[in-house]
Nanobody, 120 residues
């Protein structure tokens, strides 16, 4: 199983970006998918999560600015980042809880990360 992120980059404060994450490989089912981020010198933190039923939750720092969505048919998850601030600068990681076969236990998978840099 692989998670591959794309869409990071350099943007000015107030701008927008859209991150994408594609899950591929041996996948029987995907439950929750999420985006985390790691700011320089800080621990990785949850940014947004979406369950297979569509319910979402967000970190307080991004509520009203970021939107997580999911395309279950294509095993994709997206993060729309609006009104970006310099403090959003971080490496953003895709995360998914995946069951590879009907008999397998659910496991946690991570992408390699994509850099988001917001200039002031």
């Amino acid at each position: 199983v692989q998670l591959v992120e794309s869409g990071g980059g350099l943007v000015q404060a107030g701008g927008s970006l859209r991150l994408s994450c594609a899950a591929s490989g041996s996948i029987f089912s995907i439950s929750a998918m999420a985006w985390h981020r790691q700011l320089p010198g800080k621990q990785r933190e949850l940014v947004a999560q979406i369950a297979d039923g569509g319910s979402t939750r967000y970190a307080d720092s991004v509520k009203g600015r970021f939107t997580i969505s999911r395309d279950g048919a294509w095993n994709m998850v997206y993060l729309q980042l609006n009104s970006l601030k310099p403090e959003d600068t971080a490496v953003y990681y895709c995360n998914a809880r995946i069951r590879e076969t009907i008999a397998a236990a659910t496991a946690n998978y991570w992408g390699q990360g994509t850099q988001v840099t917001v200039s002031s």
